[in-house]
């Protein structure tokens, strides 16, 4: 009988944002007091569980995260360039409805087809480099857990394309919270079943910098 493997894809914690700026993959940017509070939640939460592998984004907030649960289990954190942030041409600016950037005409071509993104890495890309980057993390851990710590975007679109969903969405839909869990279940090397929780609450997938 085939082992059963769980992947779990762990969204970071909040971050210490007060511009409120699109941060992307901009070096810098830590988890607020809150994203400590919740990635501890998160330990606790996985505190019973079988896991053998934690591998995280190069990001700050992505290792921030990881780094008390890998400490429960005595782990150390892998790091995966795969899991990183989803390439942003807004990284660094203000970019909510009615202010910042939207609002001035020369970044306006950037948004001629939300289809792509076409002011952003492909959604296709991004769920590529992240399916490598599970199964790479479900063969390290086979018959156990494995923790992936990622982020909203690059999550979401992995999950809407092992759904056979369309990649392009309204991103106020996302089903990806802060410190939210969407695991993976695979049984042999067959993804049989997706479970997602949220050990720290529900947040806002609006929130810019979040």
Same mark, same amino acid.
């Given at each position: 009988?085939?082992?059963?493997?769980?992947? !779990?894809?762990?969204?970071?914690?909040?971050?210490?944002?007060?511009?409120?700026?699109?941060? *992307?993959?901009? %070096?810098?940017?830590?988890?607020?007091?809150?994203?400590?509070?919740? =990635? +501890?939640?998160? =330990?606790?939460?996985? =505190?019973?569980?079988?896991?053998?592998?934690?591998?995280?984004?190069?990001?700050?907030?992505?290792? #921030?995260?990881?780094?008390? @649960?890998? =400490?429960?289990?005595?782990l150390? @954190?892998?790091?995966?360039?795969? &899991? @990183? #942030?989803?390439?942003?041409?807004?990284?660094?600016?203000?970019?909510?409805?009615?202010?910042?950037?939207?609002?001035?005409?020369?970044?306006?071509?950037? &948004?001629r087809?939300?289809?792509? %993104?076409?002011? *952003?890495? %492909?959604?296709?890309? @991004? $769920? !590529?480099?992240?399916?490598?980057?599970?199964?790479? $993390?479900?063969?390290?851990?086979?018959g156990?857990?494995?923790?992936?710590?990622?982020?909203?975007? %690059?999550?979401? /679109? +992995?999950?809407?394309?092992?759904?056979?969903?369309?990649?392009?969405?309204?991103?106020?839909?996302?089903?990806?919270s802060?410190?939210?869990? /969407?695991?993976?279940?695979?049984?042999?090397?067959? &993804?049989?079943?997706?479970?997602?929780?949220?050990p720290?609450?529900?947040?806002?997938?609006t929130? /810019?910098?979040?």
């Amino acid at each position: 009988m085939s082992k059963q493997t769980l992947v !779990h894809l762990l969204r970071h914690g909040e971050v210490h944002n007060p511009d409120g700026v699109l941060y *992307g993959r901009m %070096p810098g940017f830590v988890l607020s007091e809150r994203g400590r509070q919740q =990635a +501890l939640t998160v =330990a606790e939460a996985l =505190a019973g569980h079988g896991l053998v592998h934690v591998v995280a984004s190069p990001l700050e907030r992505a290792q #921030e995260t990881a780094a008390p @649960i890998a =400490a429960a289990h005595r782990l150390d @954190i892998a790091t995966d360039e795969r &899991l @990183i #942030e989803a390439g942003n041409q807004f990284e660094g600016l203000k970019v909510g409805v009615g202010d910042g950037a939207l609002r001035q005409p020369r970044h306006w071509s950037k &948004l001629r087809n939300p289809l792509v %993104p076409s002011w *952003g890495e %492909p959604y296709m890309e @991004i $769920a !590529h480099r992240m399916l490598g980057a599970v199964y790479r $993390a479900r063969a390290q851990a086979e018959g156990y857990e494995a923790l992936c710590v990622s982020h909203q975007l %690059p999550i979401w /679109t +992995l999950r809407r394309f092992l759904e056979g969903k369309r990649l392009w969405h309204d991103p106020r839909r996302r089903q990806c919270s802060l410190a939210s869990l /969407t695991t993976l279940i695979f049984t042999g090397e067959e &993804l049989t079943d997706i479970v997602y929780s949220e050990p720290a609450g529900t947040t806002d997938p609006t929130v /810019t910098g979040a």
